[in-house]
């Protein structure tokens, strides 16, 4: 073989290695940048679908606040239009996509802890569970806690372990105050807020109105106090959820409202921890909208699917 063709030979060798390493070079470097740019365009689509989902939850909530407006509106108006069940039972309906739960508790069904004699406060700390001597414990531990200065003068200041360090010697403010109580501060403050009430402002409660956990501890239990029906009701606790079945999002609202003495319908007394505690389960079976939230607000919730 001649010169040159040596010479041309060792060139396109050379040509051909200096293609190859600038192939992989350039490889090496897409490499590079696919590691770094693919992070950040995850976590940028990421963060995008979390700010749509928390866009879509905070609408909802909103719409559940105002169809839980609607439904104190109907409870405390004049008419006194009762669409759903007053002891917690929930009730539902679908609208297009959406789909909504209502839970309404009418406080006459519930056990008042500034307001019950300590018959009634047993008969409450049965429907959580509790033995009839804890019981019986928790009641004298509930009236001294809120009545002591009142009720136990002259008396040894002996306390129950049930009971909390020190008594209040003034009415509860809040239900929650029981979990300052040793024996149930472990108990959810839904839980107790199924069995006991601070706005219902009477000594007796309605067996009809009650939920089911104490419905059976009054029917098993006897009390003069324990009534089969008010005539009137003054506080209500009011959740609303509404859930896009397309999503699987969830909004919710509740509270507690009582008949506003001013004039208004109602009044917020408080939010509802029941609300705050996580989404109504889905039930089974569902109503016309209409019948739950009346005709103009089905009509609004129809022209939002359309």
């Known amino acids: 073989m001649s010169d040159r063709a040596l010479h041309d030979s060792a060139n396109a060798a050379d040509e051909g290695a200096r293609s190859g390493f600038s192939l992989v070079a350039v490889l090496v470097f897409m490499l590079i940048v696919s590691a770094i740019v693919v992070p950040f365009a995850v976590t940028a689509k990421t963060r995008l679908m979390i700010a749509n989902s928390e866009v879509e939850q905070e ?5 559940a606040e105002g169809l839980g407006n609607v439904v104190a509106s109907t409870l405390t108006g004049a008419s006194g239009g009762q669409k759903v069940p007053l002891d917690s039972t929930p009730a539902s309906c679908r609208s297009g996509e959406l789909s909504f739960a209502v839970r309404v508790q009418d406080h006459g069904g519930l056990i008042d802890l500034n307001a019950a004699d300590d018959s009634l406060l047993e008969l409450g700390f049965a429907a959580l569970g509790f033995e009839q001597q804890t019981s019986e414990e928790l009641a004298k531990a509930t009236i001294r806690f809120r009545d002591s200065a009142k009720l136990f003068v002259g008396l040894p200041p002996s306390r129950s372990a049930v009971g909390p360090a020190e008594d209040k010697q003034a009415p509860f403010e809040s239900v929650s105050e029981l979990q300052e109580f040793p024996a149930l501060a472990s108990i959810p403050l839904r839980t107790l807020n199924g069995v006991f009430t601070v706005n219902s402002k009477r000594g007796t409660v309605s067996a ?12 098993s239990g006897s009390s003069a106090s324990v009534v089969q029906a008010l005539a009137d009701a003054s506080a209500y606790t009011v959740d609303v959820v509404v859930r896009r079945d397309s999503s699987g999002i969830a909004g919710e609202a509740g509270f507690i409202i009582e008949k506003s003495p001013t004039g208004a319908a109602f009044s917020r007394v408080s939010r509802s921890p029941a609300a705050e505690a996580g989404a109504l389960p889905p039930v089974a079976g569902t109503a016309d909208c209409e019948v739950l939230f009346g005709t103009e607000a089905a009509r609004i919730l129809r022209g939002l699917n359309s």
């Open 59 to 63: 609408r909802l909530s909103l719409l």
């Open 208 to 219: 009809d109105r009650a939920p089911s956990r104490l419905r059976a501890a009054l029917a």
